[in-house]
């Protein structure tokens, strides 16, 4: 059972869901990554999604475009992104890390030197926003062949085919993109994400998280009470820009403290 199953199994038995936030690797400075992971874990995060800076982050809205422009003003790239994770590995082994990102940085590194490097560096999974299910077999191969879980989107405009091999091919958990847009956009329907997640479940056997538009505790309360791992990523990047330095660990860590406390009001009723 990989590391991110143990976690989803060990909050199914306590009646609890994940929460997983988001941040991107060298955001705001390469020296405040593996600090702000530590912090995320104390404050409450069952998995980490670490963001692999890239130029043209084309799923992604104003905001963590703007993290990703801060990590490459400090030249941090894939190799950077795994060294970091290799160091919170020398004091956390508990906490899945999920890189999250883009095609090219793991094309130009290739598949099979990629999932090697990863495994070593105590990468759990990995999210490619850009490679579809229909083209993407090898990759997949290559991240099984190393034990790492392979996450997927689906979105509300996902076709059911691509449902079905999502259904086939994802392993961790399932990343449903609560709106249509980018991240960081507003406007959450929770009646129709719930009516989605009822669909997705009767293909899908593993968990699914809901990530885009949650803001604060009320909505994250809301997603909990449907889907098994609530993700928070923009929110959290929001904090970062916006504090001072010397308090950006403190501001990230009261936010996900109170995203936690309001997630547990609904895992504990059910």
């Excluded at 790492?148 to 079905?164: G, K």
Aim: net charge negative; with cysteine.
């Amino acid at each position: 059972m990989s590391l991110i199953a143990t976690v989803f199994s060990r909050l199914r038995q306590q009646n609890k869901k994940a929460l997983i936030p988001f941040i991107t690797a060298g955001d705001p400075d390469p020296t405040m990554t593996v600090p702000l992971m530590h912090e995320l874990v104390q404050a409450g995060a069952d998995i980490i999604e670490l963001g692999v800076p890239f130029s043209d982050p084309m799923a992604d809205g104003p905001t963590i475009q703007r993290s990703s422009e801060r990590a490459l003003k400090h030249h941090v790239g894939l190799k950077d992104v795994l060294a970091m994770v290799a160091e919170f590995r020398t004091s956390n082994m508990s906490t899945p890390v999920v890189l999250m990102g883009y095609a090219n940085p793991v094309e130009a590194m290739g598949y099979a030197k990629f999932a090697a490097k990863a495994k070593e560096c105590g990468v759990d999974g990995v999210l490619t926003v850009d490679y579809p299910p229909e083209e993407c077999a090898e990759w997949v191969e290559h991240l099984r062949q190393q034990k790492l879980d392979a996450i997927f989107l689906l979105s509300p405009t996902t076709p059911q085919a691509r449902i079905e091999q999502v259904a086939e091919m994802a392993q961790g958990y399932v990343y449903y993109v609560s709106l249509k847009g980018v991240t960081g956009a507003s406007h959450l329907d929770l009646g129709e994400v719930a009516s989605k997640l009822d669909q997705l479940r009767s293909h899908i056997s593993i968990p699914i998280g809901v990530g885009f538009g949650i803001r604060d505790g009320a909505t994250a309360k809301a997603v909990a009470g449907l889907a098994d791992a609530v993700v928070v990523g923009s929110r959290i990047i929001e904090e970062i820009e916006k504090s001072p330095k010397t308090k950006v660990l403190a501001s990230v860590g009261r936010l996900v403290k109170d995203l936690r406390s309001a997630i547990d009001e609904v895992s504990s009723k059910h």
